[in-house]
């Protein structure tokens, strides 16, 4: 994270009011870098960076986040220069399946929890993410997510989808009585 760092979400979460005020000032320092950031490179996105950069998913419930590399690219036989990945990372925000479907341009990066993490690492919840471009000349972009389990996703891209639909009620029904 280049903003929202771990560190700073443990230290303004700290039981010790001070170190939690000035991590609450750095905090909104961090926001307001982030936003002009976001804004300056903004021309260089395609609709759907956009979109991802306006989508809110505080708190939902991450049920999958995987990488599959497609070493022959679209293809059937190998290309010596080809290399194409995919990513996906699904959560649950209320009634309501929303996954990110990402066409990478490298690996993802997972960054372990900081040392002494103490906050849950089970039932891994979506923090604060951040959306920025490698070059200006129209991507590819980068998408870091930190965790409530204290680990933070990298995901380097070309283009996006995010694809949503509601639980159905049977499957509301079927937990429910389980």
Not at 130 to 157: A, K
Request: charged share 20%; glycine share 4%.
């Amino acid at each position: 994270m280049k903003y929202f760092t771990p560190e700073l979400y443990q230290q303004f979460n700290s039981f010790d009011v001070n170190e939690a005020e000035r991590a609450d000032e750095a905090w909104d320092k961090a926001e307001l870098l982030y936003k002009g950031q976001l804004a300056s490179i903004r021309m260089h996105m395609p609709s759907q960076v956009v979109s991802l950069s306006e989508l809110c998913l505080h708190d939902a419930l991450v049920v999958s986040r995987v990488e599959q590399e497609l070493p022959n690219g679209p293809y059937s036989h190998p290309l010596p220069y080809m290399w194409t990945g995919a990513a996906i990372v699904s959560v649950i925000l209320g009634e309501e399946v929303i996954s990110l479907i990402y066409n990478l341009s490298d690996h993802t990066i997972t960054k372990a929890a900081p040392e002494g993490w103490r906050f849950s690492k089970s039932e891994e919840q979506w923090l604060y993410d951040e959306v920025d471009i490698v070059n200006e000349q129209g991507g590819p972009f980068i998408h870091r997510i930190l965790f409530s389990s204290g680990v933070t996703l990298e995901i380097p891209f070309l283009s996006v989808m995010i694809h949503r639909f509601r639980v159905p009620s049977v499957v509301k029904i079927a937990k429910q009585s389980a």
